[in-house]
Every structure is written in C-alpha cells, then in structure tokens.
C-alpha cells in the first residue's frame, strides 16, 4: 500500500485519519506521517492498516503499468449490516447495552447518555479490532 493508496481508501469509506487510527489500533501521528509520505510504519502497523481496510471493503491494485489505486469491493460481497454495532441507552435506570450481530453485550449503568456513548464507542472499537484481528490472524 502506497501513501495515496491510503488517503484513497479513507476516502473512499469515507473515514478520518483518526478513525483508520483507532480501528487499526495505531498512532495518529503514524497515518498521518504515512500518508503525508514522511514514514513507512514498521510492518506490523501497515499491515494492520491493510487489514482494517480491506475488512471495510477496499480493495487494493498493484502498480500495472497503469498505476497503482483502490476500489470498492461488490455490494453483494461486502458483509451484512447486521454486524453493526446497536446501543440501547434506558434513561430511567442509565442502563446500556451494546448489540452487534447475534451478541449483546451489558456496557455498565451511566448517569448521562453522553457517558453510555463514550462507553459504547470504545466498544466498537474493540469490536472493529477484533474483525480486523479475525480477517488477519497473523497480528
């Protein structure tokens, strides 16, 4: 994967730098040094990049003559929404719960809805990662 490859990606499925960061579970600083063409991550980081990705959907080409770029898989090949990620937030007893798939998940008793979804976003990256982990078990 290439610099522009990876803005190319992001954009793509429309993510920020800060997203692809958390959900690959790397720096910040290490994106967007890539991407700016200031550093290659070590090999463990960009292949954690790749792997978060290509689980969203991108597909990589190789330089063939014609330059290298991404594409969108299929619509038909790309996962059901039924994995994504449902909060249920009861604001009478500050309950929240996270459903992802087939599995629901107690994320604790919050006294404002802004703290369940603080909660629950790290959820999802634990979630994302753990796809991400799934698609490449090498990690």
């Given at each position: 994967?290439?610099?522009?490859?990876?803005?190319?990606?992001?954009?793509?499925?429309?993510?920020s730098?800060?997203?692809?960061?958390?959900?690959?579970?790397?720096?910040?600083?290490?994106?967007r040094?890539?991407?700016a063409?200031?550093?290659?991550?070590?090999?463990n980081?960009l292949?954690?990049?790749t792997n978060v990705?290509?689980?969203?959907g991108?597909?990589f080409?190789?330089?063939?003559?014609?330059?290298?770029g991404v594409?969108?898989?299929?619509?038909?090949?790309?996962e059901?929404p039924?994995d994504?990620?449902?909060i249920?937030?009861?604001?009478g007893?500050?309950?929240?719960?996270?459903?992802?798939?087939e599995?629901?998940?107690?994320?604790?008793?919050?006294?404002?809805?802004?703290l369940a979804e603080?909660?629950?976003?790290?959820y999802?990256?634990?979630v994302?990662?753990h796809?991400?982990?799934?698609a490449?078990?090498h990690?």
């Amino acid at each position: 994967m290439t610099p522009a490859q990876c803005r190319e990606a992001r954009a793509l499925i429309n993510w920020s730098q800060v997203r692809l960061a958390e959900t690959s579970r790397v720096g910040e600083s290490t994106v967007r040094n890539f991407e700016a063409g200031r550093s290659v991550p070590v090999e463990n980081n960009l292949v954690a990049i790749t792997n978060v990705l290509e689980s969203a959907g991108v597909i990589f080409i190789d330089e063939n003559g014609e330059g290298a770029g991404v594409r969108l898989r299929k619509q038909a090949t790309q996962e059901e929404p039924a994995d994504d990620l449902l909060i249920e937030y009861d604001q009478g007893t500050g309950e929240c719960f996270a459903t992802c798939g087939e599995t629901r998940k107690f994320l604790g008793v919050f006294e404002t809805r802004e703290l369940a979804e603080t909660a629950a976003a790290e959820y999802q990256r634990e979630v994302d990662w753990h796809k991400a982990k799934m698609a490449a078990p090498h990690l």
